[in-house]
């Protein structure tokens, strides 16, 4: 079983949609892998002939064939016998990137904690008013029949 991938120079970081990547030169940036078997999609593990454009300047990889885009998990591991091995690691964003442009997801604009007063037209929200009242020991007020009226919050 073999596939063909190609290689790239990434200068975008990983949590990028939309990556800003250069193919490696000539003969470089394409190259036939062969497998002896089944490998991973998610981080597969892929051994070429030395290329040291590949060693030096790639960290990002792309296979036509399943349409999956992969970073390098650490720079090439020389092996014996001229042979150098990658081990990849899939990169959701760019493969599936297409699929993600065409959502419709619900944001709510609060990033740390779920905010219920914030008002959002496609979120459910829940007034929580909350009244108290406090009777006083003393009457710090002239009469008894005045009242103290406090607001906490607001906009």
């Not at 120079?9 to 990556?19: A, E, G, I, T, V």
């Not at 998610?42 to 885009?69: H, K, M, R, T």
């Not at 959701?92 to 990033?111: D, G, V």
């Not at 007034?127 to 029949?145: H, R, W």
């Amino acid at each position: 079983m073999s596939d063909t991938f190609r290689f790239y120079d990434n200068k975008s970081p990983s949590h990028y949609l939309n990556k800003v990547m250069t193919q490696l030169p000539d003969e470089h940036g394409e190259r036939v892998i062969n497998f002896k078997g089944d490998y991973d999609l998610e981080d597969p593990d892929i051994i070429l002939d030395y290329d040291d454009i590949i060693q030096g300047q790639g960290n990002y990889a792309f296979n036509p064939a399943s349409g999956v885009y992969y970073f390098f998990q650490a720079p090439p591991v020389l092996l014996p016998g001229g042979r150098m091995l990658i081990k990849l690691h899939i990169d959701i964003l760019m493969s599936f990137k297409q699929e993600i442009l065409k959502l419709s997801p619900i944001i709510t604009r609060a990033e740390n904690l779920r905010n219920s007063y914030l008002p959002d037209g496609d979120m459910p929200i829940q007034a929580n008013i909350e009244g108290d009242a406090v009777v006083f020991k003393s009457s710090p007020l002239l009469t008894s029949q005045q009242f103290c009226l406090i607001v906490a919050g607001g906009v």
